[in-house]
């Protein structure tokens, strides 16, 4: 397989819209930027982000198989020399099997202030708290959910006015901007 040099071999993992894939994919054909987009994977063969990254030339593969899954995404690592998982709205809980037979690292971006609300409904919860800020997190995944290394975050400011959709718009749009630094940063420091 192709290797490019002095960028890492990255494959992302999505189930849906695909916008953080989507600055990502942007963010790797930069000169400067330290990551490759070889490879997406998606436990959804509809999910959205998967049209745009074939239109980038980039390879897809949908995985249907609930079961087969984790083995299938494995062999599909190992075969494009795969040295880095960026998970980007992937919504589906990996095993702590998975995590160690990959072997290298794996990031998640969350879309709170980590470790404020881990799992699901994170702007919910922030509004309903009265929180006066929001955020996104990118981590390191371990075996606990949304709990390993937070390696960037910004946040936020929930005003009075804002609703879970209003605040989610808010969030993405610095979603896009923290997680292909988030990325470089990490490969920076490795
Ligand atoms: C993003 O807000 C991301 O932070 C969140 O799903 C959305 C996906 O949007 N991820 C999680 O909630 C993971 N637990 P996208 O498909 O447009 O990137």
């Known amino acids: 397989m192709e290797q490019y040099p002095g960028k890492k071999n990255t494959a ?3 189930s849906g819209r695909g916008s953080n894939l989507k600055s990502l994919i942007k963010h790797s054909k930069k000169k400067n930027s330290l990551i490759k987009i070889i490879l997406v994977i998606s436990n959804n063969e509809d999910a ?16 249907k198989n609930k079961s087969n899954f984790e083995n299938k995404s494995l062999k599909l690592l190992k075969k494009y ?4 998982v960026c998970l980007a709205g992937f919504m589906k809980i990996l095993s702590g099997n998975f995590i160690k037979k990959f072997s ?9 202030l980590l470790p404020k609300y881990k799992g699901l409904n994170t702007h919910e919860r922030a509004i309903k708290n009265k929180d006066r800020f929001a955020g996104a997190s990118i981590h390191k995944v371990t075996e606990k959910l949304d709990s390993g290394k937070v ?4 946040k936020v400011k929930i005003l009075k006015s804002d609703d879970v ?19 470089d940063k990490f490969l920076t420091n490795l």
Do not use: M
């Open 12 to 14: 992302v993992f999505i």
């Open 48 to 63: 959205e982000g998967l049209k745009y990254a074939s239109r980038s030339k980039i390879k897809i593969y949908g995985i």
């Open 81 to 84: 020399n795969i040295d880095l």
């Open 104 to 112: 290298k690292p794996i990031l998640n971006i969350h879309p709170s």
């Open 151 to 154: 390696i960037l975050q910004k």
């Open 165 to 183: 959709r209003s605040l989610e718009k808010k969030v993405l749009k610095i979603e896009h901007e923290i997680y292909p630094k988030a990325v």
